[in-house]
């Protein structure tokens, strides 16, 4: 292929969704409250896998639904590859160096590839959109649907979203990514570390309709002076030209474990006013409220809120619900002290990498609890993310936990 993605630096992503914060999707207020959602499903099992030495090696058609891959290995995602002992790809461990010749963008000829097919039944919906989110990759990925390429993406350690929804068919359906273990992405994912190839991530299909929230941005403010603070919400919603008109949201504070609604009568519609030109901010309600008193946040007290977001249509039904873990906190430095609501703290820190003998980058739930108990059990109150974004539950058990993060962006090199 002449002047590949994969070589082009210029090529971050196409087909790709807008970035957005990570929370959690659900149909229901009653599914919220139970943390049950039935609309996002786990990709995981079913899987096909084939390892080819270069991209363009890849069989004819290998993307189309009617394929025969009774030759690729069966699979359960997530795994790497390079952690396969059948497989010859084996990890490489470099700290500076590059694992191959250094002439960027140029990665090398034999550049290992992975080939995955999931055959999918899908019912069809007018009321929803399907959405393909790959929580994590490594190093870039095509993805493909029913032999339709949907859209491609570099970036090992960030979620990358993919709408399949104009390609899904009543039925069975075939989903199909190709990885490749190097890129010119490379060049700036240079970190001391083993280098993998696979998916070390989660993959998920996400339904939303069509009317959805895209982002959520909650800043909690607190006051150590008198234990007060205040909820500052913006909420973006996804919809086609100004179809977000009469939708409305609204917004409920929930002590941990409680059912009190601290922020009753908290919400938002969108109007003609957001669409103005200039003065208007589009599919944006932006959400205020100030609270007498909370329990603050800090990592000897991980004192969590439950933040309910609720979407209904002009007809007041719901849409759509979210829910995230927020803190209260107050941070600032003061001669030369950093002081965490209003109190004097010292930062006592480890590095920590996404690494298991066992598995490589891929990390299970329990294998973070039982990293963070260790720091816990040893008055470790900090961690720092080396060298790249962790997934998003490691950041939500962090909150639980009680440790401040040093959350890194996935960018090193050294050339």
Same mark, same amino acid.
């Given at each position: 292929?002449?002047?590949?993605? #994969?070589?082009?630096?210029? %090529?971050?992503?196409?087909?790709?969704?807008?970035?957005?914060?990570?929370?959690?999707r659900?149909?229901?207020?009653?599914?919220?409250?139970?943390?049950?959602?039935?609309r996002?499903?786990?990709?995981?099992?079913?899987?096909?896998?084939?390892?080819?030495?270069?991209?363009?090696?890849?069989?004819?058609? #290998?993307?189309?639904?009617?394929?025969?891959?009774?030759?690729?290995?069966?699979?359960?995602?997530?795994? !790497? #590859? %390079?952690?396969?002992?059948?497989?010859i790809?084996?990890?490489?461990?470099?700290?500076?160096?590059? *694992?191959?010749? &250094?002439?960027?963008?140029?990665?090398?000829?034999?550049?290992? %590839?992975?080939?995955?097919?999931?055959?999918?039944?899908? &019912?069809?919906?007018?009321?929803?959109?399907?959405?393909?989110?790959?929580?994590g990759?490594?190093?870039?990925?095509?993805?493909?649907?029913?032999?339709?390429?949907?859209?491609? $993406?570099?970036?090992?350690?960030?979620?990358?979203?993919?709408?399949?929804?104009?390609?899904?068919?009543?039925? @069975?359906?075939?989903?199909a990514?190709?990885?490749?273990?190097?890129?010119?992405a490379?060049?700036?994912e240079?970190?001391?570390?083993?280098?993998?190839?696979?998916? =070390?991530?989660?993959?998920?299909?996400?339904?939303?309709?069509?009317?959805?929230?895209?982002?959520?941005?909650?800043?909690?403010?607190?006051?150590?002076?008198?234990?007060?603070?205040?909820?500052?919400?913006? +909420?973006?919603?996804?919809a086609?030209?100004?179809?977000?008109?009469?939708?409305?949201?609204?917004?409920?504070?929930?002590?941990?474990?409680?059912?009190?609604?601290?922020?009753?009568?908290?919400?938002?519609?969108?109007?003609?006013? &957001?669409?103005?030109?200039?003065?208007g901010?589009?599919?944006? +309600?932006?959400?205020?409220?100030?609270?007498?008193?909370?329990?603050?946040?800090?990592?000897?007290? *991980?004192?969590?809120?439950?933040?309910? +977001?609720?979407?209904?249509?002009?007809?007041?039904?719901?849409?759509?619900?979210a829910?995230?873990?927020?803190?209260?906190?107050?941070?600032?430095?003061?001669?030369?002290?950093?002081?965490?609501?209003?109190?004097?703290?010292?930062?006592?820190?480890?590095?920590?990498?996404? =690494?298991?003998?066992?598995?490589?980058?891929?990390?299970?739930?329990?294998?973070?609890? &039982?990293?963070?108990t260790?720091?816990?059990?040893?008055? +470790?109150?900090?961690?720092?993310?080396?060298?790249?974004? $962790?997934?998003?539950?490691?950041? @939500? !058990?962090?909150?639980?936990?009680?440790?401040?993060?040093?959350?890194?962006?996935?960018?090193?090199?050294?050339?």
């Amino acid at each position: 292929m002449a002047n590949p993605h #994969w070589e082009n630096p210029e %090529t971050l992503a196409f087909g790709r969704l807008p970035a957005a914060a990570h929370f959690h999707r659900f149909a229901s207020k009653a599914q919220s409250k139970a943390s049950q959602s039935s609309r996002e499903t786990e990709l995981s099992d079913g899987w096909r896998f084939l390892r080819i030495p270069h991209p363009d090696q890849a069989p004819l058609g #290998w993307e189309q639904p009617d394929f025969d891959d009774q030759y690729f290995k069966a699979v359960t995602l997530p795994a !790497l #590859w %390079t952690m396969d002992p059948d497989e010859i790809d084996q990890p490489i461990y470099t700290n500076v160096r590059m *694992p191959f010749r &250094q002439e960027p963008p140029r990665v090398p000829d034999q550049n290992p %590839t992975g080939l995955y097919r999931l055959t999918l039944n899908h &019912q069809s919906s007018t009321r929803l959109q399907s959405v393909l989110v790959l929580e994590g990759v490594e190093n870039c990925c095509y993805v493909f649907c029913n032999g339709h390429t949907i859209g491609f $993406n570099k970036d090992s350690r960030l979620p990358a979203e993919f709408d399949l929804t104009p390609f899904l068919v009543p039925g @069975e359906n075939l989903i199909a990514l190709m990885i490749l273990r190097f890129s010119d992405a490379s060049y700036i994912e240079d970190q001391d570390q083993w280098w993998h190839a696979g998916v =070390h991530r989660p993959i998920r299909l996400s339904r939303r309709p069509w009317v959805n929230l895209r982002d959520i941005h909650a800043k909690p403010i607190f006051d150590p002076s008198d234990q007060s603070a205040r909820l500052d919400l913006s +909420i973006a919603l996804s919809a086609s030209g100004r179809g977000a008109l009469g939708h409305s949201v609204s917004a409920a504070l929930y002590p941990s474990g409680q059912d009190r609604n601290l922020t009753q009568g908290l919400a938002g519609q969108i109007d003609r006013a &957001q669409y103005f030109p200039v003065t208007g901010k589009g599919a944006v +309600i932006e959400l205020s409220k100030s609270l007498k008193k909370v329990d603050a946040w800090s990592s000897e007290h *991980p004192n969590l809120y439950d933040l309910e +977001i609720t979407l209904k249509d002009p007809l007041g039904r719901v849409l759509e619900c979210a829910r995230l873990k927020i803190g209260f906190r107050h941070i600032e430095i003061k001669d030369r002290q950093l002081l965490i609501n209003g109190q004097a703290v010292l930062i006592r820190g480890v590095n920590r990498h996404d =690494h298991c003998d066992q598995t490589g980058k891929v990390i299970s739930e329990a294998l973070m609890r &039982q990293d963070l108990t260790l720091m816990k059990q040893h008055n +470790i109150n900090a961690v720092r993310t080396s060298h790249y974004p $962790n997934q998003s539950r490691f950041l @939500e !058990l962090c909150d639980e936990y009680g440790l401040y993060v040093i959350d890194e962006t996935n960018l090193e090199a050294h050339h």
